[in-house]
């Protein structure tokens, strides 16, 4: 006999569920043929949080490696230049270029740090080969040619009075490292509005219904969860990360709300599929009370189905694949949840964020080794390489740059200071030896420079940390880690 108590239940609900969240795999593929900027939307999200890196001297030996190794590496750059037409040809449209000098501080506005996360300075000053016979210019030091140079640019404004100027702009507008925003519903955009959809216990035969809209300044996760037909939850989600958020460098999730005075659950996940594992974390709200709601990782239970899973082990939090926000009927293993009551709810969101990383470099500065040798008592100038032997004849630029290093190192930024040895054009594929002392003599290609800064501002162990580095005869991988964490915080 037909249950007469039973609601009406809509299979064009459910159908509407399963192809926005791509569960039936054949539809899928249809779908992204016929609307490809759809499938694509996820995939932007990561970048669009990702912050920009500033990259200033874009456009020198060094700079235009790292805006290159950036780019392909899924980073978002801003780049400083003073040629903005130089750089076009350079970059083409894949940079976001910034026309400046950082030697005139007026030029360095507001804007250029506008959603800037990190900066890696490669500026130098400007030198070239004097006029002459060739035969008399060409010297070389450990196999390596090189010929004795004019300046063209004043070391004092370019190694000193520039790093000075722009390290201010820096530190005045800089974001901190220590979060990662997520999503931001105090900004909105559809975009993100596109990212988030509704599952609710349709999926098993029940009537709740919910959404997630946007308003001026949040996000309102509202509806009605009704206990008709075994029914009892409602929640949001997000499609799939493409790639995942790795927020392992992370201690957790962290929620600016405004509740209802009910109880709801945060869940992740950590694989991409759509019935596997959650990773939940209740929490309560007070009735239209702004509260920040911390979600620490290692708390997080896994469940499938509100039933718990003791062996499904730690989340892994460098696999983040969506999100959801939950109001349901039950808690964990058939108990109930202590608040809930069927009937309208509302739940507003400020933001979404990753909290507790340790500080990482916010300022990478590529320097030189030898900066502290031409005036070090004692030091033997007819054994050091040439920029030390010829300090005094390129206007003290060492002198400089060592000024510039100090105005880095008492800014108050975190941040890293590589002083590359002499910079070659061969390929970086060689193992590194870094020391610090300002003893190390040697060579090193500038696309492993570039590959070490890039590394440098990802890592929580380059804080702060002053050293030379040259490569090694033997190629092979770098292991970044261990070699910034051999390596000891400046005094």
Same mark, same amino acid.
């Given at each position: 006999?037909?249950?007469?108590?039973?609601?009406?239940?809509?299979?064009?609900?459910?159908?509407?569920?399963?192809?926005?969240?791509?569960?039936?795999?054949?539809?899928?593929?249809?779908?992204?043929?016929?609307?490809?900027?759809? %499938?694509?939307?996820?995939?932007?999200?990561?970048?669009?949080?990702?912050?920009?890196?500033?990259?200033?001297?874009?456009?020198?030996?060094?700079?235009?490696?790292?805006?290159?190794?950036?780019?392909?590496?899924?980073?978002?750059?801003?780049?400083?230049?003073?040629?903005?037409?130089?750089?076009?040809?350079?970059?083409?449209?894949?940079?976001?270029?910034?026309?400046?000098?950082?030697?005139?501080?007026?030029?360095?506005?507001?804007?250029?740090?506008?959603?800037?996360?990190?900066?890696?300075?490669?500026?130098?000053?400007?030198?070239?080969?004097?006029?002459?016979?060739?035969?008399?210019?060409?010297?070389?030091?450990?196999?390596?040619?090189?010929?004795?140079?004019?300046?063209?640019?004043?070391?004092?404004? @370019?190694?000193?009075?520039?790093?000075?100027?722009? @390290?201010?702009?820096?530190?005045?507008? =800089?974001?901190?490292?220590?979060?990662?925003?997520?999503?931001?519903?105090?900004?909105?955009?559809?975009?993100?509005?596109?990212?988030?959809?509704?599952?609710? $216990?349709?999926?098993?035969?029940?009537?709740?219904?919910?959404?997630?809209?946007?308003?001026?300044?949040?996000?309102?996760?509202?509806?009605?969860?009704?206990?008709?037909?075994?029914?009892?939850?409602?929640?949001?989600?997000?499609?799939?990360?493409?790639?995942?958020?790795?927020?392992?460098?992370?201690?957790?999730?962290?929620?600016?709300?405004?509740?209802?005075?009910?109880?709801?659950?945060?869940?992740?996940?950590?694989?991409?599929?759509?019935?596997?594992?959650?990773?939940?974390?209740?929490?309560?709200?007070?009735?239209?009370?702004?509260?920040?709601?911390?979600?620490?990782?290692?708390?997080?239970?896994?469940?499938?189905?509100?039933?718990?899973?003791? $062996?499904?082990?730690?989340?892994?939090?460098?696999?983040?694949?969506?999100?959801?926000?939950?109001?349901?009927?039950?808690?964990?293993? !058939?108990?109930?949840?202590?608040?809930?009551?069927?009937?309208?709810?509302?739940?507003?969101?400020?933001?979404?964020?990753?909290?507790?990383?340790?500080?990482?470099?916010?300022?990478?500065?590529?320097?030189?080794?030898?900066?502290?040798?031409?005036?070090?008592?004692?030091?033997?100038?007819?054994?050091?390489?040439? %920029?030390?032997?010829?300090?005094?004849?390129?206007? !003290?630029?060492?002198?400089?740059?060592?000024?510039?290093?100090? %105005?880095?190192?008492?800014?108050?930024?975190?941040?890293?200071? =590589?002083?590359?040895?002499?910079?070659?054009?061969?390929?970086?594929?060689?193992?590194?030896?870094?020391?610090?002392?300002?003893?190390?003599?040697?060579?090193?290609?500038?696309?492993?420079?570039?590959?070490?800064?890039?590394?440098?501002?990802?890592?929580?162990?380059?804080?702060?940390?002053?050293?030379?580095?040259?490569?090694?005869?033997?190629?092979?991988?770098?292991?970044?880690? %261990?070699?910034?964490?051999?390596?000891?915080? $400046?005094?």
């Amino acid at each position: 006999m037909k249950d007469k108590n039973r609601s009406k239940w809509e299979i064009g609900r459910l159908w509407k569920t399963l192809t926005y969240f791509e569960v039936i795999p054949l539809i899928s593929k249809i779908q992204k043929i016929l609307s490809p900027l759809q %499938a694509t939307k996820v995939n932007q999200l990561g970048q669009i949080k990702m912050g920009k890196i500033l990259v200033v001297g874009a456009t020198g030996g060094v700079g235009k490696r790292v805006v290159r190794q950036l780019l392909a590496n899924d980073y978002s750059v801003r780049a400083l230049v003073r040629d903005i037409n130089q750089a076009q040809k350079l970059f083409g449209e894949q940079v976001e270029l910034f026309e400046a000098d950082f030697i005139i501080p007026e030029t360095l506005t507001p804007q250029l740090m506008e959603s800037v996360t990190a900066v890696i300075c490669c500026t130098g000053t400007k030198v070239q080969p004097v006029e002459g016979d060739t035969a008399n210019r060409e010297k070389y030091y450990q196999g390596i040619k090189f010929y004795l140079p004019e300046v063209v640019d004043t070391p004092e404004m @370019v190694e000193y009075q520039g790093i000075k100027n722009l @390290v201010q702009v820096v530190r005045q507008y =800089i974001q901190p490292t220590t979060e990662k925003m997520l999503f931001d519903f105090t900004n909105s955009t559809t975009q993100i509005k596109e990212i988030w959809g509704a599952v609710d $216990d349709v999926v098993m035969g029940g009537v709740s219904q919910s959404n997630l809209r946007l308003n001026s300044n949040r996000a309102i996760f509202s509806g009605v969860v009704s206990t008709d037909n075994n029914g009892g939850f409602a929640s949001v989600r997000t499609r799939n990360f493409n790639p995942p958020f790795d927020l392992s460098d992370y201690e957790g999730i962290e929620l600016r709300v405004t509740g209802d005075g009910k109880r709801y659950k945060f869940i992740t996940r950590c694989e991409g599929k759509w019935d596997g594992i959650g990773y939940c974390y209740s929490f309560d709200t007070i009735y239209n009370f702004p509260t920040t709601i911390r979600v620490p990782f290692r708390d997080l239970i896994p469940v499938f189905r509100a039933k718990t899973v003791p $062996d499904a082990g730690e989340f892994d939090s460098s696999k983040v694949y969506s999100m959801q926000l939950m109001l349901s009927k039950f808690e964990y293993d !058939g108990k109930l949840n202590p608040k809930f009551e069927p009937g309208n709810f509302s739940l507003d969101i400020e933001y979404i964020k990753a909290y507790g990383s340790k500080a990482k470099p916010q300022f990478v500065m590529i320097s030189s080794a030898g900066v502290t040798r031409p005036n070090r008592p004692g030091i033997n100038l007819a054994e050091e390489p040439p %920029a030390v032997r010829m300090n005094d004849q390129l206007g !003290g630029i060492l002198t400089w740059k060592l000024q510039g290093e100090e %105005a880095v190192r008492n800014s108050g930024l975190t941040y890293t200071i =590589i002083r590359p040895c002499a910079l070659t054009e061969q390929p970086g594929d060689k193992l590194l030896w870094v020391e610090q002392g300002d003893n190390l003599k040697g060579q090193v290609s500038r696309d492993a420079i570039a590959t070490m800064a890039i590394a440098a501002i990802n890592s929580p162990l380059a804080v702060n940390k002053t050293f030379e580095v040259r490569e090694e005869t033997q190629t092979g991988k770098v292991d970044w880690q %261990a070699l910034f964490s051999n390596l000891q915080p $400046d005094s």
